[in-house]
């Protein structure tokens, strides 16, 4: 470390020593760890993309000073500082960002990077959402936490209802079983601790991969065959390119139930992959894959 930032972290940490005001609030995290805030934090980093959504989602986007590489969305998040990508965190970027509040995630972000921030006196709420529900639950919880409450609760509510609204057009409409592709070279596929096994169920389908013992399995042709697959939906973070051409090369294979209906497409990876408000998007699209038969079904 540069002397500069070993005085950084000298001068935060007696900071941390100075006693906590009787009003400081105190939230239980993800990693069962107590975080104290004595006020609503006004300088904000994100550690993982799907948080920085999130932050914007509740308006709290002027809040954010810092977030990782692949921040893209909304756009207004390419213009904020960057601290490395969410698997290695530049923590002397976060230390020199000030911030009174850092939120980082269970899955993606190093528990070590976790720590330095910790003993840098910085206060580091760790979030852990692994369903639909989970990821609106973790959203009114950051607007708890930032001191706008009603309005992420308000926010999240036409989530909820968007979410409903799926589940009554999928009731009693059957369960096709569902191959996720993640990736096609080699085809790996998701179990039941994956969000997108999440997805699946509340869009009416069935994992066909659910019960693989490794949360993202390996297949091979024969095990695609064998489970027979009534719909394949392949993750792109593009609609055209290889992943179009994954799509037809499935096409070649017409013993499968899925070719012999028509039903292979691709669905855009961002919608799936990230626990942030555009899951929901991301069910909607899944469940008109899944049962093409509520095409009619209002959209968002």
Wanted: a neutral charge; proline letters at 6%; aromatic letters at 4%.
């Amino acid at each position: 470390m540069t002397n500069s930032l070993l005085t950084t972290i000298f001068l935060i940490i007696l900071m941390s020593f100075s006693p906590v005001p009787s009003h400081a609030a105190v939230f239980g995290d993800s990693l069962g760890r107590d975080v104290v805030l004595r006020s609503n934090p006004m300088r904000i980093v994100s550690l993982a993309p799907s948080i920085t959504e999130m932050i914007y989602f509740v308006g709290l986007g002027d809040r954010l000073v810092g977030v990782t590489r692949f921040s893209y969305f909304p756009k207004e998040a390419r213009k904020k500082s960057k601290v490395g990508v969410y698997t290695n965190i530049n923590v002397e970027k976060v230390i020199a960002l000030s911030p009174d509040l850092v939120i980082a995630t269970v899955d993606g972000n190093m528990r070590g990077d976790v720590e330095m921030l910790e003993q840098a006196g910085i206060q580091v709420y760790v979030i852990n959402p692994r369903t639909i529900n989970q990821v609106l639950d973790t959203m009114e919880r950051l607007g708890e936490i930032c001191g706008v409450p009603e309005r992420a609760k308000t926010l999240v509510s036409d989530l909820r209802e968007r979410v409903v609204r799926v589940l009554e057009a999928v009731k009693d409409k059957g369960r096709p079983r569902v191959l996720l592709l993640i990736n096609t070279r080699p085809l790996m596929s998701v179990n039941q601790n994956t969000i997108h096994h999440n997805i699946i169920q509340l869009a009416g389908g069935t994992n066909m991969t659910g019960d693989q013992p490794i949360t993202y399995p390996k297949l091979n042709i024969e095990a695609v065959i064998a489970g027979k697959p009534d719909v394949i939906i392949i993750s792109s973070m593009e609609r055209g390119g290889q992943h179009e051409k994954a799509r037809m090369e499935w096409l070649e294979w017409p013993t499968l139930p899925a070719v012999q209906k028509g039903h292979v497409y691709l669905i855009d990876s961002d919608l799936i992959d990230r626990p942030a408000p555009r899951i929901v998007s991301g069910l909607e699209e899944m469940a008109r894959l899944i049962h093409p038969e509520i095409e009619g079904h209002e959209r968002q």
